[in-house]
DNA sequence: TATAACTGATACTATATTTATATCAATTAG
DNA sequence: CTAATTGATATAAATATAGTATCAGTTATA
């Protein structure tokens, strides 16, 4: 069982390293190389990003992604619901025709409650807290330039 | 973005009807007609619920399938794990041959965290709860009999 | 003891979702 | 002018989920 899909996944490591690069534009393909994504699939997840009006772009030499909202701002639970849709614990447990009144259901109710569990969890977690953690590893920030770097915010 | 699959969903409710029924064996014919599941498909889910010893079968005419386990020992967790894998947030974020050590990694924590969470909600729902829940609905037990018991349910 | 109601096992098909690639037009720095 | 870039969109490949079909073996019961 896979919660977080690999669009998801290039997204939030897409966010830390515009994070991390705040003020400049980075192209697809260098986030791409360094991060080691498929650069055509990744560029999807850009669009539908700029799109959510999460990132800006910039077209021609010397363009790119650059991030224009707060950090703080954007919780893993937004980027699961633009890319996988909202969090769905179960569809109803029964056939639909006959949970006409889904309110009052005992296993509606667990199964909500489930849902709003997970649901504030993934809001909790923002690419802005990410980047702190990452910053407290590495704090000169050179982490996300390099294959190297990258690895060293592993260890 | 869909948390529980058809198996699961399958599962839970079929345990649920030979939780109610307890004791004697009930045929996956039976369990398909009142619950509205694909017959063959049905079959299989509970098959695998067999070679994880959860319920017990007879085979034969008057046979068919019965609970085991202790419903209360039965959390949806491990019904999740058997039928979709265990839970996984997500792959390593980064590459694996540049993600060396796990442990210290600031963004494995942070997932891995949301997996406990995650993992503790599902195993704390077990088939015995939802058993107590429906008969605090429904004190007589004919429910699951029929389509217009599931019905009541519901409502 | 024949038969119909069952499960065991397994192979297969269909559908949906996820992941990835390819192409071409438009923009822009140098 | 040109190479590096994004915008937009079409398509393919890979994987996972959902569902079907078949046949052999078991057993209550008529
Ligand atoms: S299962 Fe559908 S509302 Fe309860
Ligand atoms: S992302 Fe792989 S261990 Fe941190």
Redesign the interface.
């Known amino acids: ?4 899909t690999k669009k ?2 290039y997204a ?2 897409a966010l830390l390293m515009l994070g991390a690069k705040r003020g400049s534009y980075v192209s697809a393909k260098a986030i791409a190389v360094e ?2 994504m498929p650069y055509q699939f990744l560029r999807g997840v850009l669009q539908e990003m700029i799109r959510h009006d999460l990132i800006v772009s910039k077209e021609g030499v010397q363009g790119g992604f650059m991030l224009e909202k707060d950090p703080d701002e954007i919780g893993v639970k937004q980027l ?1 619901e633009i890319f ?8 109803c ?3 639909k025709q ?5 309110s ?5 109710h ?1 199964i909500m ?2 849902e709003h ?2 649901n504030n ?2 809001e909790q ?1 923002t690419i802005g ?2 980047l702190r ?2 910053q ?2 590495n704090t000169l920030m050179p982490a996300l330039n390099t ?1 190297e770097g ?2 060293s ?3």
């Open positions: 069982m896979k919660v977080l998801t996944d939030i490591r991060q080691d699961i996988q849709g909202t969090v769905q614990v179960s569809e447990m029964f056939r006959i949970c006409t009144n889904r009052r259901c005992v296993l509606r667990e409650r489930i569990v997970v969890e993934f977690v807290k990410l953690k990452l407290a590893t294959v990258l690895a915010i592993t260890q």
